[in-house]
């Protein structure tokens, strides 16, 4: 079993606690351009998270979604959760937020042998009672800093997380797989200037990612 978490279960985590780091990560795979992102990952030598729902671009049981999956989970990227099928928690029941989540836990359960401890809710929706009832299911919530879809169409050199002389703070980069080449190729030369990890390395644990 992996060590205990520095992060109760229902803690929210917004900003990096290591300094003048960040961390870049993926939203909603695997999908069809998830193997040309990993590929280009390991080209950079770059290690992200990726929060995988189980039927969003396409249902994570199916074989290639099987095989992505396990690639990036043996590249050494973090893989963390998002709910099954990307449904706004905030607008589900407790009883269905329980059910999205224990169905994504079974399949990464199944296809890869761990279950992840950090989760992100879609569209950043966790009032208080989403928070409860993710607290009782075990997991760290992880929201983010800077959502790189809304600046992909924006000179990169007026992003926040580029002035690496003067960071505003520390980021976790959002992004989504739909919009991985510009959002990624605008991020690498930062992320190889500056200390990118994934999130557990941002968050300073060893082996954050497992063991509910």
Request: proline fraction near 7%; hydrophobic fraction near 35%.
């Given at each position: 079993?992996a060590?205990?978490?520095?992060?109760?279960p229902g803690?929210v985590?917004?900003?990096?606690?290591?300094?003048?780091?960040?961390?870049?990560s993926?939203?909603d795979?695997?999908?069809q351009?998830?193997d040309e992102?990993l590929?280009?990952?390991?080209e950079q030598?770059?290690?992200v998270t990726?929060?995988?729902?189980?039927?969003?671009w396409?249902?994570i049981?199916r074989?290639?979604?099987?095989?992505?999956l396990k690639r990036a989970?043996?590249n050494?990227?973090?893989?963390?959760?998002?709910?099954w099928?990307?449904?706004d928690?905030?607008?589900?029941?407790?009883k269905d937020?329980?059910?999205?989540?224990?169905?994504?836990e079974q399949a990464f359960r199944?296809i890869?042998?761990?279950?992840p401890?950090?989760?992100r809710?879609?569209?950043?929706?966790?009032?208080?009672r989403?928070r409860?009832v993710l607290e009782?299911?075990?997991y760290?919530?992880?929201?983010?800093?800077v959502?790189?879809?809304?600046?992909?169409?924006?000179?990169?050199s007026s992003?926040?997380t580029r002035d690496t002389g003067h960071?505003h703070?520390?980021?976790?980069m959002?992004?989504?797989t739909?919009?991985w080449?510009e959002?990624?190729?605008?991020?690498a030369s930062?992320?190889l200037?500056?200390?990118?990890m994934t999130?557990?390395g941002?968050?300073?644990?060893a082996?954050?990612e497992w063991?509910?």
């Amino acid at each position: 079993p992996a060590p205990p978490s520095l992060y109760q279960p229902g803690q929210v985590l917004r900003r990096c606690t290591k300094p003048k780091s960040y961390a870049i990560s993926f939203d909603d795979g695997p999908g069809q351009l998830t193997d040309e992102l990993l590929d280009y990952l390991e080209e950079q030598q770059l290690q992200v998270t990726f929060f995988m729902n189980g039927d969003n671009w396409n249902c994570i049981y199916r074989p290639h979604s099987q095989r992505l999956l396990k690639r990036a989970y043996e590249n050494k990227h973090q893989i963390a959760a998002h709910p099954w099928s990307h449904r706004d928690l905030e607008s589900l029941s407790d009883k269905d937020i329980r059910e999205e989540m224990t169905r994504i836990e079974q399949a990464f359960r199944q296809i890869l042998g761990v279950v992840p401890r950090y989760m992100r809710p879609p569209y950043g929706g966790v009032g208080e009672r989403v928070r409860r009832v993710l607290e009782e299911m075990g997991y760290i919530i992880v929201l983010w800093d800077v959502d790189q879809l809304s600046i992909v169409d924006v000179e990169f050199s007026s992003s926040p997380t580029r002035d690496t002389g003067h960071p505003h703070h520390d980021e976790d980069m959002l992004a989504s797989t739909s919009k991985w080449a510009e959002a990624v190729r605008g991020v690498a030369s930062a992320a190889l200037d500056r200390d990118a990890m994934t999130l557990g390395g941002i968050y300073q644990e060893a082996t954050p990612e497992w063991a509910i």
